[in-house]
């Protein structure tokens, strides 16, 4: 039988409009005036009042990850079951070879890890952590399995792969068609400041101090230095801070193509959070890049409202508070990362929309058309539009509620945004046509689907 969502306010990247939406099985059928005709012979869902965003897309998660860290706490089973409560229907998940395993290899792993366990449509990155002819040999496979988009990092001696090969891979990408995120931090001089910090082992404020915001910027701009002799286009993930965006300003003013992805945490959160005297309280903020000082939430929004920063992913990487304890003493030894696939949404428009400081045609940008179209899955989705997939987010401005672990489906056991009052909630959300979550119930089962992604559009 045919759904009709009636009465609600479809958000498009230009804004919001009174409109009905027809699912027809799997996909939509119709948005806008809906024939009596067809109203009758569908089941009516009263959406007045809230507000239709396309499924949120979150392009930055790590489940089921053991590489430089222990395990993750999610899994992709319990991973996708938190991003769909928070609205989340595609994850993009980080394949993740060793160094040493062929590519092939990493690909098989991700597949045996998320398929038949994921509550939302998933699809990976590649990440590249050894750059030799075998591996540039793998690349066409990779393209015809649907894996599009790469990930490099400068940082991490189990991950990164020297500036030359960086350039190297850059080259064969772009010569597909392809595209790279980079982790952007330098990590010669971090590990020189870790050596010095090493007195105050004990302490989690050594964390930011031995990764400040500038060595973040100094990698942002060697990578768009090297991204420019490449001439290919770049990804900069989960950039946090006002200088390193100045570095992407420089990039593009020299005609390169750069897109910037940043995450709530550090849009919603600033560096007193490794401050607290409590030392369990501050070590569970522990990520890399750190959380910075709260003037780069203003650049930060800023850079969203100006376009200059294209996507808000999560970089979900969830560690329980017991696995950030290894660390106690000594700070380099704290799994880093935060759980955020179950709040982006509500702390997005919280923090964002309801403070003015995004609108909601900002917001469906941000976390649904720019990751589809970066990521090879647009129109199918990111848009609310006959023929694409019926994902939708039913987000009532009118509902609030705290936000608190004990609530949630993540199993870190903890939310960076944890006492959080939300404006607004997420209602229901509709995967594929199947209605998976109701009133913060999840009320559907693992049906997630393997995406084969095209290449990048935006
Ligand atoms: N940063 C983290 O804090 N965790 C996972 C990977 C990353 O880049
Ligand atoms: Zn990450």
Excluded at 15 to 39: C, F, Y
Excluded at 410 to 434: C, M, N, W
Aim: proline share 4%; charged share 25%; hydrophobic share 40%.
């Amino acid at each position: 039988m045919k759904k009709l969502l009636r009465g609600g306010f479809v958000v498009t990247p230009r804004g919001s409009r009174r409109a009905d939406v027809l699912l027809d099985g799997e996909k939509i059928a119709q948005v806008g005036h809906i024939s009596p005709a067809e109203a009758k012979s569908a089941e009516v869902t009263d959406v007045s009042g809230c507000y239709l965003f396309p499924g949120f897309i979150d392009a930055h998660t790590h489940f089921d990850l053991d590489v430089c860290n222990p395990t993750t706490a999610d899994d992709f089973a319990s991973g996708t079951r938190s991003a769909i409560r928070g609205g989340t229907t595609t994850i993009i998940d980080f394949a993740c070879p060793n160094k040493g395993e062929t590519l092939a290899y990493g690909l098989d792993l991700w597949h045996k890890k998320a398929d038949g366990k994921c509550s939302c449509d998933y699809g990976f990155h590649m990440t590249i952590d050894d750059w030799n002819e075998g591996i540039e040999g793998e690349l066409d496979d990779m393209f015809a399995a649907g894996i599009t988009s790469f990930k490099m990092y400068l940082t991490y001696p189990a991950m990164m792969i020297g500036d030359g090969a960086v350039y190297s891979a850059l080259k064969a990408l772009k010569k597909r068609g392809g595209i790279a995120g980079v982790h952007c931090e330098n990590a010669g001089v971090i590990d020189a400041r870790i050596a010095e910090l090493k007195g105050r082992a004990a302490d989690v404020s050594a964390h930011p101090e031995a990764r400040p915001d500038y060595l973040e910027a100094e990698a942002v701009a060697r990578l768009l230095r090297i991204a420019e002799a490449a001439d290919a286009p770049v990804v900069i993930v989960h950039l946090t801070n006002r200088e390193a965006l100045d570095e992407v300003a420089f990039a593009r003013a020299r005609g390169q193509r750069v897109y910037v992805e940043t995450c709530p945490q550090y849009l919603a959160l600033d560096d007193g959070v490794y401050y607290d005297a409590n030392w369990s309280m501050a070590a569970r903020y522990v990520c890399a890049p750190p959380i910075r000082a709260e003037e780069n939430q203003r650049a930060l929004w800023r850079g969203l409202r100006r376009g200059e920063i294209q996507t808000i992913s999560t970089d979900h990487c969830s560690f329980t508070l017991a696995q950030k304890d290894m660390g106690r003493e000594d700070f380099t030894k704290i799994p880093g990362g935060l759980p955020g696939v179950e709040t982006r949404g509500e702390v997005v428009y919280t923090r964002g929309v309801a403070s003015g400081k995004m609108t909601v045609a900002g917001m469906c940008r941000a976390l649904c058309e720019n990751p589809a179209k970066l990521y090879g899955l647009y129109p199918r989705k990111g848009v609310i539009a006959a023929g694409s997939d019926a994902d939708i987010v039913v987000y009532d401005p009118r509902a609030s509620h705290i936000l608190s672990a004990r609530d949630m489906v993540t199993k870190a056991g903890y939310t960076p945004f944890e006492g959080l009052r939300t404006e607004g909630g997420i209602a229901k959300v509709y995967l594929r046509g199947s209605l998976m979550v109701e009133d913060g119930r999840i009320v559907g089962g693992p049906e997630g689907q393997y995406l084969r992604r095209g290449l990048c559009t935006l």
